[in-house]
């Protein structure tokens, strides 16, 4: 597969952070019509498409902490200076659509990166390239309750976990539309997939186990269930992203068996302590 793909040129100085953040290798892009530009921050890295105007994918890591750092959280978003111009949507918040209230929804979460890698890092994570329209009630419930077990209970259940997320689109998804005349797609659903090297070497795909979530928009806050689980080759199909690219094609099967919820259970997100809901918008 053509990986329609390019690091940006302001990225190239810190693009080895990528090893950081993204296991066997960040995700290829095989959509010629929609190019994905890479970003690389201090605490994660995420694929950005101008043909979408929001990040297509986005990649973290976390391990479990002995002691963490919580600041507060800042309160603007910030429109990111290295994207073209002709990208940036403005700073402003989605609004409603259809009568449906949007957030404007961290792909990579504020909490993580914060309590993991600090202030700057954490001002990172209000770049708008990292923000996609989601709607607030899951926003601000399963899909937060996730974000933060991914620290608070499979972290310390399993050392250190990979995370990678984006949006999924329908065939023809709405549009919001920003005061700047530019139109937002807003994604049907949103994906999710750990990943943990579970034992030494933990290079070996032999020894990578991984969980793969589909969230529809509409989850807002219902209980945690198989419902969410798919497999990986699904979230391929609908991403057009091929994950774990520098994996061959037999290790790469082996991963559809190793989406497991026995391995991360999910009673454990429910039970992980969870902070206060941030403010709308």
């Known amino acids: 597969?053509?990986?329609?793909?390019?690091?940006?040129e302001v990225s190239a100085p810190i693009a080895h952070f990528l090893e950081f953040f993204c296991s066997h290798g960040a995700p290829a892009n095989g959509d010629a019509g929609r190019p994905v530009s890479v970003i690389v921050n201090h605490g994660y890295a995420l694929g950005f498409s101008p043909a979408r105007l929001q990040p297509v994918w986005a990649a973290y890591q976390v391990s479990a902490a002995k002691k963490d750092v919580d600041y507060e959280r800042p309160e603007f978003f910030l429109d990111d200076p290295r994207i073209p111009p002709e990208c940036r949507i403005g700073t402003g918040g989605y609004g409603k659509l259809d009568g449906t209230a949007y957030d404007r929804g961290h792909l990579v979460?504020?909490?993580?990166?914060?309590?993991?890698?600090?202030?700057?890092a954490q001002f990172e994570t209000f770049f708008m390239s990292n923000i996609f329209p989601q709607q607030a009630s899951t926003n601000r419930g399963a899909w937060q309750r996730l974000e933060q077990a991914i620290v608070r209970a499979y972290a310390p259940l399993r050392k250190q976990v990979w995370a990678l997320a984006g949006p999924i689109f329908g065939d023809d998804p709405p549009m919001v539309v920003r005061r700047n005349g530019l139109k937002v797609p807003v994604p049907e659903a949103f994906?999710?997939?750990?990943?943990?090297?579970?034992?030494?070497?933990?290079?070996d795909a032999d020894n990578l186990s991984i969980l793969a979530l589909r969230m529809p928009?509409?989850?807002g806050s219902a209980p945690f269930s198989d419902e969410l689980i798919t497999t990986l080759p699904e979230i391929e199909q609908a991403t057009g992203l091929t994950f774990f690219p520098r994996l061959g094609a037999r290790d790469k099967q082996k991963l559809i068996t190793q989406t497991s919820p026995m391995m991360w259970p999910l009673e454990a997100i429910a039970?992980?302590?969870?902070?206060?809901l941030p403010p709308p918008g």
């Open 271 to 276: 039970a992980a302590p969870r902070d206060p």
């Open 109 to 120: 979460p504020n909490f993580a990166i914060n309590t993991q890698f600090g202030r700057v």
């Open 217 to 219: 928009q509409t989850w």
């Open 191 to 203: 994906f999710l997939i750990l990943a943990d090297p579970e034992r030494y070497p933990f290079d």
């Open 1 to 8: 597969m053509t990986d329609h793909t390019t690091v940006l």
